[in-house]
């Protein structure tokens, strides 16, 4: 059995993992040797376990995708399944914030900036789907 730390995750043996879409994350069973052995990556590239982007599900669904594999679903406009993995206003990384997640907006993230570039964000996203809705795009 083999737990999984930071150093130990770059000895996990990726022919072992399976990788399988599961609505909007990659579900990476790693192999009955390693503790935890499922894992849940999301389309930021960054597994929800502890290890984060350093995990090696995140390598698992990257050589996946490579072969061809299929894509998680994409969620609709304005939604996150998870948070961006960088700030898309000054593209820092991003640490997920519980108290700004929502039903409907998603996982909520703050920044260096704190929440100011979250709402700048939320705000972009309300301003182009009010656009799509006038040209009548649903969305
Ligand atoms: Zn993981
Ligand atoms: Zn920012």
């Known amino acids: 059995m083999q737990t999984l730390t930071r150093s130990a995750a770059m000895t996990v043996r990726q022919q072992l993992a399976a990788v ?3 609505g909007y994350f990659y579900a ?3 192999g009955d040797p390693v503790r935890p052995q499922h894992h849940r990556v999301g389309i930021n590239g ?3 376990c502890s290890l984060g982007r350093a ?3 995140v390598d698992a ?3 996946y995708l490579a072969e061809g594999g299929q894509r998680a679903e994409r969620p609709p406009f304005g939604y996150y399944p998870v948070r961006p993995a960088r700030c898309p206003v000054c593209h820092a990384n991003t640490a997920t914030a519980e108290s700004l997640s ?3 907006r998603g996982e909520g993230w ?3 900036s ?3 570039h979250y709402w700048q964000h939320r705000a972009t996203i309300s301003a182009m789907r009010r656009k799509l809705v006038a040209h009548g795009k649903a969305v």
């Open 110 to 112: 703050i920044c260096p």
């Open 20 to 22: 399988r879409v599961a």
């Open 55 to 57: 995990c090696p599900a």
């Open 114 to 116: 704190g929440k100011s």
């Open 61 to 63: 669904v990257r050589s």
């Open 46 to 48: 960054e597994c929800t």
């Open 102 to 104: 929502s039903r409907n």
């Open 28 to 30: 990476v069973d790693l």
